[in-house]
């Protein structure tokens, strides 16, 4: 069965790709089955029974995801959702129910493992990123996020990035250019290396990344939009935020942590880049909960 008009129109809305969302989760919940069935439900449950199951937080987090759990259940057999007043980006605590489903009781269980999975890792990442939007509140630095993404999920989790109060950086390597050290060492320097991106995409924002304060001046000389200060203390952003002077933004980036994010944040940049929000975000415990028969 395709996605439910609903469900469809809500993916849209948050920007996601439902069609994308849908091809999602059918691999996964295939690659859970791998070509077979859910051998202990059907050893276990009766064939025409039916259930209800609640999805329940354990810990306390922001949740993201619950559409596309939602995505997982109704491919996962003729299963009934209903909603709560849980909406992603909300705050949420041990206890509250995200969601109830309903249907044959083995199709419950066998879409509870893979929509947990997503539901819980983009709560995570949420989660994750709500810590450290709360961390530079009330600075002007906004928190973004990389090209550091699980293989697959990339439109997933930067969806999670904005739930929990982030923002994306590109979505892939097509629609920006960022330039990097590599890039610098083919293209023989920073500026030549920033003309040869403008000369080819003259429309296209370019990102230069920088190590210190004199390839931040050439940057600059050069006409770049957004720069990139790579594994630069505090101080030195500070530096370069005098030197820039509202010429480009700013980006830190690199050796950040929860720690010092606020004051990397009052050096006045435009953004801090957190590649963890993605590759290193611990998952937010939640539980599918089957309710008793009576």
Same mark, same amino acid.
């Given at each position: /069965?395709?996605?439910?008009?609903? %469900?469809?129109?809500?993916?849209?809305? *948050?920007? %996601?790709?439902?069609?994308? !969302?849908?091809?999602?989760?059918?691999?996964?919940?295939?690659?859970?089955? *791998?070509?077979?069935?859910?051998?202990?439900?059907?050893?276990?449950?009766?064939?025409?029974?039916?259930?209800?199951?609640?999805?329940? !937080?354990?810990?306390?987090?922001?949740?993201?995801?619950?559409?596309?759990?939602?995505?997982? /259940?109704?491919?996962?057999?003729?299963?009934?959702?209903?909603?709560?007043?849980?909406?992603?980006?909300? %705050?949420? =605590?041990?206890?509250?129910?995200?969601?109830?489903?309903?249907?044959?009781?083995?199709?419950?269980?066998?879409?509870?493992?893979?929509?947990?999975?997503?539901?819980?890792?983009?709560?995570?990442?949420?989660?994750?990123?709500?810590?450290? *939007?709360?961390?530079?509140?009330?600075?002007?630095?906004? !928190?973004?996020?990389?090209?550091?993404?699980?293989?697959?999920?990339?439109?997933?989790?930067? +969806?999670?990035? =904005?739930?929990?109060?982030?923002?994306?950086?590109?979505?892939?390597?097509?629609?920006?250019?960022?330039?990097?050290?590599?890039?610098?060492?083919?293209?023989?320097?920073?500026?030549?290396?920033?003309?040869?991106? =403008?000369? /080819?995409?003259?429309?296209?924002? !370019?990102?230069?990344?920088?190590?210190?304060?004199?390839?931040? =001046?050439?940057?600059?000389?050069?006409?770049?939009?957004?720069?990139? %200060?790579?594994?630069?203390?505090?101080?030195? /952003?500070?530096?370069?935020?005098?030197?820039?002077?509202?010429?480009?933004?700013?980006?830190?980036?690199?050796? @950040? &942590?929860?720690?010092?994010?606020?004051?990397?944040?009052?050096?006045?940049?435009? +953004?801090?880049?957190?590649?963890?929000? &993605?590759?290193?975000?611990?998952?937010?415990?939640?539980? @599918?909960?089957?309710?008793?028969?009576?």
């Amino acid at each position: /069965m395709t996605l439910s008009p609903d %469900l469809t129109a809500r993916l849209a809305a *948050a920007e %996601l790709d439902p069609a994308a !969302v849908e091809a999602l989760v059918r691999a996964a919940l295939a690659e859970d089955l *791998a070509g077979g069935i859910d051998v202990t439900s059907a050893a276990t449950v009766p064939a025409g029974q039916e259930s209800t199951a609640d999805f329940v !937080v354990r810990g306390s987090g922001v949740v993201a995801g619950l559409a596309v759990a939602e995505a997982v /259940m109704e491919a996962a057999g003729d299963v009934r959702v209903q909603r709560t007043a849980a909406a992603d980006g909300d %705050l949420v =605590r041990p206890g509250d129910v995200l969601l109830s489903v309903s249907g044959r009781t083995r199709d419950l269980l066998t879409g509870e493992r893979t929509a947990l999975n997503l539901l819980c890792h983009l709560s995570g990442v949420a989660t994750a990123t709500r810590q450290w *939007a709360d961390a530079v509140a009330g600075t002007a630095a906004a !928190v973004r996020d990389t090209r550091k993404t699980t293989p697959g999920l990339r439109a997933l989790e930067k +969806y999670a990035v =904005r739930c929990g109060g982030g923002v994306n950086h590109r979505m892939s390597l097509s629609d920006a250019a960022l330039v990097k050290d590599n890039h610098v060492v083919a293209a023989g320097g920073v500026a030549e290396a920033f003309a040869a991106v =403008r000369a /080819m995409w003259p429309g296209l924002p !370019v990102e230069v990344e920088v190590d210190s304060l004199a390839q931040l =001046r050439t940057a600059l000389d050069a006409g770049a939009d957004l720069v990139l %200060l790579d594994n630069m203390s505090p101080a030195l /952003m500070s530096e370069a935020v005098q030197i820039t002077a509202g010429r480009a933004r700013l980006e830190a980036s690199g050796g @950040l &942590t929860l720690d010092t994010a606020r004051a990397v944040a009052e050096t006045g940049v435009d +953004y801090i880049a957190v590649g963890a929000l &993605t590759h290193s975000a611990p998952v937010l415990d939640i539980g @599918l909960d089957l309710r008793e028969h009576r």
